[in-house]
Each structure stands twice: as C-alpha cells, then as structure tokens.
C-alpha cells in the first residue's frame, strides 16, 4: 500500500481535511463498511508521514483483523472503498465551497418535485446571496445565468397571455446578459493564456475570432468593460497583441498590485505573470528600467503568497528564478538570501535542490566568487527549456570572468547546437541566445587580438534589439577597452 493512489491523496490532506473525512466514512449514509473506518482510522495516525514500514498491507491487515489469516482480495476491496469515500468527500467539499451551488441544485430538485413556489423562494434567497458579493468573474456570471435558467422554467409554467400587463419584459435577457459576461471573461482568460505562452516556448495559435470579440468590446460591446475582471482581462490580451503600450504596462502593474482591486488571486498572479514577461522582453532590448517594475512585482507576488500556479500548489519554478535574478539585478543579496531559506522548501520535491543551487550560484556571482560560483553550477541539471537556458547562460559567463577562454568557446559551441536544434525554444529566445552567443564569441576573440574594434562592438550590443545578458556583455567591453588604453 505504500505507493498506492489513497496515500498519496491522504498524504495531501491538512488535519483539519483528515478530522472532516473522519466524521464522512463515520456517517451511516456515505459508509457502511466498518472494515473500510477501521482501515481509515488507523492510517488516520500515520498521517501524514506515513512511514512505508508501517503501511504495509500484510502488516496493516494484522494489526485491524488478527488473529484472520491475511486475504489480499479483502485488502484490495476495503482499500478500493476507502479510496472512493475519500473521492467522494473531495467532491462534497469541493461543492459546499463552490459559490451557490448547494442552492442551484436545492432549486433545480424542488423543480423537479413541482414545489414552484418553495423553489422561487430558493432562487430569491441565492440572488440576494449572489448580490452581496464583489467580485463579479466568470463563476458569478455563472451562477447567476444558472439561477435565470431555473427562473425561466418557473415562467414558463406559469406564463398566462392574458393582457398587455403580461407582455414579456427585459428581465428575460437576464439569462443571455450574464451567459456573455461569462463567456467573455472566460474566453478573454484563455485568449490570455495561449498570448503569454509564446514568450517561453515556440507557439502559435490561431486565434480567428479574437479580433471579433476586441472589436466588440472597443465598440458596441463597451459597456461590458464597466466589469473590473472582464476589462483587466481585455486589457491585458490587448497589451499581449501590442507590447509596445508601456503606459498600459503601467496602469496594469498598479491595478494589479493594488489589494483593493476586486479579482480572484489566481487572476492577480496571471495578470502579474504577463507583465512580468513583457519585461523582460523590454530588458532585453535594453530598457533597464522595466527592472525596478519586476522587482516591485516579485516582492508584491511574494509577500501576497502569489506564487503557485494552482491553489495549494507549489512555489512556480519560473516565477522563483525569476524572483532571484532580478533582485539580484537590484543588488538586494540579503533579501535574496532570505528568501531562498524561507521559500525554496515550497518548490516541487524533484527540483527543489537544483533551483536552490542555481539561485546559490547567482548569488554567488553576484559577489564575484566564481569559484563557488562554479561549484554551484556544476550540480545543476538541465531540467527543462528555461533552466537549459539559464544554466548555460550561467556556465559561460563563470567561466569568462575565471579566465578559462577554452571552455567559454566549448560552452558557446553546445549552446548554439541546443538554440538550433530545440524545437520548443520560442523564436524570441532563440534570437536572444543567438545574439549572446555571437558577442561572446567577439568578446573572447577581443582579448587576444587588437585588430577587434571594441568602440564598434560596445556600439552593436548597444543597439542590438534583444541580447540576453545586455549590462554584462557591456562591463565585460568596458573592460577590455580599459585593459588595452593602459
């Protein structure tokens, strides 16, 4: 039982989740396998380690059924209906936490026993819930087109043509006004997604009727933006299909980093996300002060607990190297390094020691040890497309500032066989690398001959639209123009 699917579920569970499934397995109603709570009960005391010793199924058996000679079938069957309870019980609390779903299907089953009018009471009751409520997103526009559904069946019932008093009115758009909120800011959401992807992996999506829906809104549609979440979503799919609006970035950055704006954390975090790469961008082409933007948005990401990607999720990856190497960009080493301590234990298991060295080795060459830097760097594995990145980035330039010119050249030769052959590296990146490549091939060439012009190579990586690396390629210019005035 060690490895099975019920561990690794009840290992995820908090206390307080463990003592409530507790309570569900004891109802009569969801369980009447006394086997199945005895079973839970005594895993319900190795949680949540749950020590492989100690979960063993012969050894579990013995322990709940002795003296009875050990029956796998048995073992199975009470291990497959603990692990259904324990499924059933994530969707029931899932539901009682969901925005007015107890009440929609409340409504919908005295519908269907024909109690109308105990049924109109309910959808009364939910929308005076539903009208509290700030935040209007998707899930709102949701419920409330649901409650119209119910209402609609209610009037149709019920409907009599009698005189022009019963003339249908507006409130009929009610259910297709609010199926549209929610249609836009979901869809709007998504169109948001397949944008930013393109900025860390080679896609392109064929977005046919986004035009379509940028129109309507800009025109016709206009009203609809009165909606914080639905116009914050436009807005940022606007400025995904034209980087260049800085003073859009600007007026996103303080909307989203502004506590009283009314969306949900995962919309907060996404929306940062996007500004965050966009900035990079601009850093790339030389703009050093989206820097001081990235650093106000990291520390506001980490101070807010914005930095997993799903609710209970892990720390991001990305958003944590991320994090580190612009605060570095800032000279803030010792915010750095507590931040490291306090926060690397919150990445995914299987990385968690690569990130922490590679965030060490930065640190590292930020300090100008790049001995250590090096030590550093030659425990990290090339994990996925960014840290292949990253990390070579990193090797080449250690290697650089410690004077091994033959393993710079070594480096830059596999670097420019992964840009080549990569098919997920996006085209931006692939151009960026491509530029860093070419200049410290210039930069290694300089060092040993006097017939590279080095005004005219401070001038080309100057210029250069995108170049990862832009400050240090400069300093290192800098210097060989030093060494060779002396």
Known sequence: MQKTYLVEILSRLSSKQMRELGDFIKSPFFNKNESTEKLFEYLRNLHPEFRQEKIKKELVFSKLFFPAEYNDSFMRMIIFKLTELTEDFLAYSEMSKTLAAKELYVAQSLLDLGLDKSAKKTITHTEKKLNQIKLHDSRYY????????????????????????????????????????????????????????????????????????????????????????LSLAYRQVKLLLDTSNEVLMYELKKELCNDATPIEKFDRRDGLTILANICIEKVYSGKKEFYKMMFEMNRYIVERNLYNRVQGGYFDKDVFTNIVIIALGQNEIKWVEEFIETNYTKLPPDIRENERNYCYCKICEKKGDYKAAKEYISKVAYTDVH??????????????????????????????????????????NRKICGNFIKFVNKLCKARYSFKVNLQALKEEITTCEMVNHRRWLLEKTDELIQRKSI
């Open 142 to 229: 949701e419920r409330k087109f649901e409650l119209e559904k119910l209402k609609d069946i209610i009037y149709s019932r019920s409907y009599i043509a009698t005189t022009v008093k019963d003339k249908p009115d507006k409130s009929l758009l009610a259910e297709s006004d609010n199926l549209t909120y929610f249609y836009l800011i979901m869809v709007l959401q998504r169109y948001r997604y397949l944008l930013n992807k393109s900025f860390t992996v080679d896609t392109e999506f064929e977005l046919d009727f986004l035009p379509y829906i940028m129109s309507f809104l800009e025109k016709e549609g206009k009203p609809y933006l009165q909606n914080k979440v």
């Open 387 to 428: 840290m292949k990145v990253n990390a070579r980035i990193t090797r080449t330039t250690i290697e650089y500032e410690l004077g091994n010119i033959e393993e710079v050249l070594n480096e830059l030769e596999n670097f420019r066989k992964y840009t080549q052959n990569d098919k997920l590296l996006s085209k931006s």
